[in-house]
């Protein structure tokens, strides 16, 4: 069965996330950490996070996935912007350790004009200063568009912070299908291509998660602007290949389109009915 969801608010905590997700037919769903613009993160409440927990299992959803907000940026040249992402990425991680087995999806970050090896390199460092073996939370890269000095619009640089984490077994690689395809990779036809050189560069193992959002702007023009399913460049067919490609299968795929409730509800239901069912 396919595991699909869609970003949702956390303003009323874990558990109604969970049941949100539940009444929009989803067995996934992401949320942020935090204000995705920044700010300080909500008061933890744990029973509600046990909550949650309790909830999961009874429902049998597959992974989560937390979203750290987009001002954190570990590649900067200023000091202070570092600190930040540090503290930010430190704090959230401490707090969803609370809920083992979940995803922290974060962006990157951009060189800045340092130039990408540099970015690299603060990247890395980062990762190795916040994460530890014993960790129950997995990190993910997320795949960019390559926009202006934006880090991981190529699978390349991806490999190069994944070179250089000490704990290799909790960092991964989030798949965004807009992303991909504003950085020039080819997620239609030719899909299986695009996975065959993430895997040569990354790993196959690294593949964690896929964020589904359709692009307002052709293949290759590192814009990143989402769109609905269906009404960009990618078009329904290549979502249609995506939730049928047996690499993919068990992975959880989240919805990041311009989107209301209802609307989600109904990509996700379109999403199941595009799934191929053996026998």
């Known amino acids: 069965m396919l ?10 905590g874990y558990l109604a996330m969970g049941r949100q997700a539940e009444a929009l037919g989803a067995n996934t769903f992401q949320f942020f950490t935090r204000s995705p613009r920044g700010g300080a ?7 509600d996070a046990a909550a949650l927990r309790a909830f999961l299992a009874e429902k049998s959803f597959g992974p989560v996935v937390a979203h750290a907000p987009y001002t954190l940026n570990p590649a900067a040249a ?3 912007t570092r600190e930040f992402a540090a503290m930010v990425m430190a704090s959230d991680l401490a707090v969803l350790e609370h809920l083992p087995g979940c995803l922290y999806n974060f962006h990157p970050g951009s060189h800045m004009g340092q130039g990408t090896a540099a970015g690299v390199e603060r990247i890395a460092a980062l990762l190795n200063d916040c994460m530890s073996r014993d960790m129950a939370v997995t990190v993910l890269l997320e795949t960019m568009a390559g926009k202006g000095s934006e880090i991981g619009g190529r699978f390349e640089e991806l490999a190069a912070i994944l070179d250089r984490c000490r704990v290799p077994e909790h960092v991964g690689v989030c798949l965004d299908t807009c992303h991909v395809s504003d950085g020039g990779y080819d997620v239609g036809e030719g899909l299986e291509r ?16 896929v964020h ?5 702007n052709p293949p290759g023009s590192h814009k990143d602007r989402h769109e609905l399913l269906g009404k960009g460049f990618l078009g329904l067919e290549t979502f249609r290949r995506i939730v049928n490609c047996p690499r993919l299968k068990g ?5 990041e389109t311009p989107n209301d409730l209802p609307g ?3 990509e996700i239901a ?5 799934e191929e069912t053996a026998g």
């Open 3 to 12: 595991t699909v969801g869609c970003h949702l608010s956390s303003s009323g």
């Open 41 to 47: 993160a909500r008061a933890f409440d744990p029973v």
């Open 78 to 80: 200023e000091g202070r």
């Open 194 to 209: 695009t996975l065959d050189e993430l895997a040569r560069l990354v790993g196959a193992d690294k593949l964690a998660a």
């Open 212 to 216: 589904l959002n359709d692009s307002k």
């Open 251 to 255: 992975l959880p795929m989240i919805l």
């Open 264 to 266: 989600y509800a109904a």
């Open 270 to 274: 379109l999403l199941r009915s595009m």
